[in-house]
């Protein structure tokens, strides 16, 4: 997912991407990867309204989701307290 929730192609490092669909993978993945592929190609049709320079990193990810745990506590805590507040009410 890219944060302003645009799918994009790119390049970095030497290798093209087609990403960011969002949870609309099933309307993009197939036209962003068919550009993406012309543009390895050299392809006059790969010119694409979703060509963007890559997306900025995400401030202090270094590959390792050290802040999931902290994540799925928060949501874990606050499916309890909705179920004890929803339920509690009524017994």
């Known amino acids: 997912m890219n ?12 290798l093209r991407y087609a990403v960011g669909y969002c949870g609309s993978g099933v ?41 999931l745990p902290a994540v799925y506590a928060w949501l874990g805590s606050s499916d309890r307290l909705a179920r004890a507040g929803r339920y509690g009410a009524s017994s």
């Open 27 to 67: 309307v993009w993945a197939r036209w962003a990867g068919q550009k993406a592929a012309w543009q390895i190609l050299g392809d006059a049709r790969a010119r694409s309204a979703l060509d963007f320079r890559p997306p900025p990193a995400v401030p202090h990810y270094n590959d390792t989701a050290w802040f």
């Open 3 to 14: 944060r302003d929730m645009i799918p994009r192609t790119f390049s970095r490092d030497g």
